[in-house]
T-cell receptor, first 115, second 110 residues
Framework: NAGVMQNPRHLVRRRGQEARLRCSPV?????VYWYRQLPEEGLKFMVY????????ESGMPKERFSAEFPKEGPSILRIQQVVRGDSAAYFC?????????????FGAGSRLTVL | EDQVTQSPEALRLQEGESSSLNCSYT??????LFWYRQDPGKGPEFLFT???AGEEKEKERLKATLTKKESFLHITAPKPEDSATYLC???????????FGPGTRLSVLP
């Protein structure tokens, strides 16, 4: 029973290029969250998605960043025209949803370096 | 707006020296409080969920407690392998977002 799978684990981009980070949630989980973590800092919420819907994107920059969670396939976090400040670890987490206080299961993260 | 703070920022202990980590929170209707452990270069790993004041949970050398305003993670007789960053998070009754604190970096020296 695989956990949350993220790829790539490491990604290097030059300024102005696009970065695409993928996340496959735990089987059966329909809720996906993306967080960003800078060195020596905590996790900052970016976006919360359910299948085919963005539920809360209040933590995501208005420009250059987008996320999707299609009916089929992984969730994608897309960063267009990357800048050095986008260098960070991006973590995806999933939960089963429902009315309880669901536990988040995290992936190992994707580390983006912008040159 | 939900807020989570953690103290201390960093903590160094000798092996066997017990201590506690603090998580203070402000939330409009607590749905759950969560503790995670994060090792360098890895994703956070779930430890505990606490739902209501007075609740306690234990796992090996760790014990988590909850009041109406804060949670403590007590570590008894720690070992070097307990070295990690410990993260606290809350979720509220009005959404399904999870707000994380900045973490406490724990180092246990042999």
């Amino acid at each position: 029973n695989a956990g949350v799978m993220q790829n790539p684990r490491h990604l290097v981009r030059r300024r102005g290029q696009e970065a695409r980070l993928r996340c496959s949630p735990v089987k059966g989980h329909s809720h996906v969250y993306w967080y960003r973590q800078l060195p020596e800092e905590g996790l900052k919420f970016m976006v919360y998605l359910q299948k085919e819907n963005i539920i809360d994107e209040s933590g995501m920059p208005k420009e250059r960043f987008s996320a999707e969670f299609p009916k089929e396939g992984p969730s994608i976090l897309r960063i267009q025209q990357v800048v050095r400040g986008d260098s960070a670890a991006y973590f995806c987490a999933s939960s089963p949803g429902g009315t309880g206080a669901n536990v988040l299961t995290f992936g190992a993260g994707s580390r983006l370096t912008v040159l | 707006e939900d807020q989570v703070t953690q103290s201390p920022e960093a903590l160094r202990l000798q092996e066997g020296e017990s201590s506690s980590l603090n998580c203070s929170y402000t939330v409009s209707g607590l749905r759950g409080l969560f503790w995670y452990r994060q090792d360098p270069g890895k994703g956070p790993e779930f430890l505990f969920t606490l739902y209501s004041a007075g609740e306690e949970k234990e796992k090996e050398r760790l014990k988590a407690t909850l009041t109406k305003k804060e949670s403590f993670l007590h570590i008894t007789a720690p070992k070097p392998e307990d070295s990690a960053t410990y993260l606290c998070a809350v979720s509220d009754n009005y959404g399904q977002n999870f707000v994380f604190g900045p973490g406490t970096r724990l180092s246990v020296l042999p």
